[in-house]
């Protein structure tokens, strides 16, 4: 079969210890999923049911790389956040299974343009030009749940320059692991290669050309992503 056009290439990460590849095949976002997080965004924090938005596999930034300054923003936002890497197929996953459809677990920034966000939000359109644009998804190395486990708390936090801007405990999600992949997987079918970015704790902040981010999960590993002058 030869293709008319160039074909995609195939979108993965690393995985810690081994020479094997993980294929990215969607990449799930969840909204607001820390209480001062949502505080800060100007919502109710109470568990209103968890809402979800995605990104394409073209915004995956390996570990390390640097990411231009996007375009048609003046408030690129960093949010630092803990991946779920999915492994196994499931359509309304009990919570209480959820985690056996879990690969592994990775550290990623879901990069947005806070100005075009909030003007969506305002607008009462679609988020995907503030969320869903390219090298949008810095993601980390894979780690697998065969090696560390399933990580319930820890210290998760994003420094800019060294300097400490976000801070918190994956234990304060406000929906966990189980649970979000129970709710996600009512409305989609998930896929190995499906990424969950789990929603990213209080302390979100501008990055600008010239900045690095460096950020980490207790148990789960680091990334780091300079931010260099626009393309
Ligand atoms: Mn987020």
């Known amino acids: 079969m030869t293709h008319a056009v160039t074909a995609p290439p195939a979108v993965t990460l690393p995985i810690a ?3 094997e590849t993980y294929p ?6 969840v909204g607001r999923n820390y209480a ?5 965004m100007g919502s109710d924090p109470d568990r209103e049911p968890p809402f979800f938005f995605q990104k394409p596999t073209d915004a995956i930034v390996q570990n390390g ?3 231009p300054y996007p375009p048609g923003t003046g408030n690129l936002h960093y949010e630092i956040e803990l991946v779920v890497a999915i492994g196994k197929a499931g359509f309304k996953i009990p919570a209480e299974k959820a985690l056996e459809h879990v690969y592994g677990y ?3 920034l879901d990069m947005t343009r806070r100005d075009l966000q909030n003007a969506a939000k305002d607008t009462g359109r679609p988020w995907e030009m503030g ?3 390219d090298r949008s998804a810095p993601c980390s190395e894979i780690q697998p749940a065969s090696k560390i486990g399933h990580p319930e708390a820890g210290a998760i936090w994003l420094k800019v320059d060294g300097a400490i801007k976000q801070e918190s405990d994956i234990s304060h999600l406000i929906w966990n692991v189980s649970e979000t992949i129970a709710h996600l997987s009512d409305l989609v079918e998930l896929q190995p290669g499906d990424l969950i970015y ?3 704790p209080e302390g979100v902040g501008p990055v600008v050309a010239g900045e690095v981010m460096e950020g980490h999960v207790d148990g789960v ?3 780091r992503t300079p931010v260099t002058d626009p393309a």
Do not use: N
Not at 36 to 40: F, I, P, S, V
């Open 17 to 19: 210890g081994s020479e």
């Open 24 to 29: 990215v095949r969607r990449i799930w976002c």
């Open 36 to 40: 001062a997080h949502a505080r800060e």
């Open 65 to 67: 790389e640097a990411i």
């Open 106 to 108: 990775a550290v990623g």
């Open 131 to 133: 969320k869903a644009f």
């Open 198 to 200: 789990t929603g990213t």
């Open 221 to 223: 590993g680091d990334i």
